[in-house]
């Protein structure tokens, strides 16, 4: 690392001296100044005598996360900061007590052990699945699922009564703009966009009204259908293949499934070679052993994959 330096106003005449120490500085600035640990890490209170540091408030943060999160910067590090203060004074405090000797402090003390070698172990496994190859393989295997969906874009408005939506479909026939009636007519919350649904698949609606809206031609208008939610009208705008959406779109979630998958896979492996005794259930009965056969070779079929 290179430290610069503030520009110095110097008279017109420098001595040897001051030559000698522009030979050491260019020399320093050649080779970069060496950065003490602390100075990246200062101490920003002391309690009676005990350092809090900047990486403590950092990992204070951490821990308490949501209860900061509308605090600017620097109120969240005073707060930080005096909590971190209150706590060394009350954990002295604590000990000078003999808190620590407790069998309630023990257990809790051990559960928090545990919980955080736990933690930080999945934290670990996690992170070192998530590699571009990894991510890029469960995405592209999503995609390939996605990809030539038929979606649908409709609208629709939405009655209490058939006699409401039959009413509807005549103002329509006669010319009514189907967005402006959807405003003022329909109960769904997404009136006022005109009772836009955007593009959607068939699963993600109820099956009454996918029927229904996947057989409709773009810009026919259907007769009125019924469903838990009352009585429909829908337009439908546009059909369409089902495009996945951008790798980068995505990584986030991506990054998500498969940290939690293979903390999930590494829990279970572990799980596996364990012995775990369950006594407030009682004991499984021994599996009974099944029958040897012969296999024949036509039977046989490949092992089916798991799908993500």
Known sequence: MTTS????????????????????????????????????????????????????????????GPSLAQMDPATKKDNVLAFLIDMKIVAKAAEDKKVENSEDFKKRLAFTRNRLLM?????????????????????????????????????????????????????????????????????????????????????????????????????KISDPVKSQFGWHVIKVEEKRSRKAPDFDQVRGQIETYVTRKAQADYVAKLREAAKVERMDKPAEPAAKPEAKTEAKPEAAKPAETKKK
């Open 5 to 64: 330096f503030a520009e110095t106003k110097t008279g017109l005449r420098l001595g040897l001296a001051s030559l000698a120490v522009t030979g050491c500085v260019a020399a320093v600035l050649a080779f970069g100044l060496p950065v003490r640990a602390e100075d990246t890490n200062p101490v920003l209170a002391k309690v009676n005598g005990s350092e809090i540091r900047q990486s403590d408030v950092a990992l204070a943060e951490e821990e308490l």
């Open 119 to 219: 933690d930080s172990l999945l934290a670990s496994e996690g992170k070192a699945a998530t590699t571009d190859e990894a991510m890029k393989k469960v995405y592209e295997e999503a995609a390939k699922q996605i990809s030539g969906e038929q979606e649908v874009h409709a609208r629709h408005i939405l009655v209490e009564t058939e006699d409401e939506a039959k009413a509807i479909k005549a103002e329509l026939a006669k010319g009514a703009d189907f967005a402006e009636l959807a405003k003022k007519k329909s109960k769904d919350p997404g009136a006022s966009d005109g009772g836009d649904l955007g593009f959607f698949t068939k699963e993600q609606m109820v099956p009454e009204f996918s029927t229904v809206a996947f057989a409709l031609e773009p810009g």
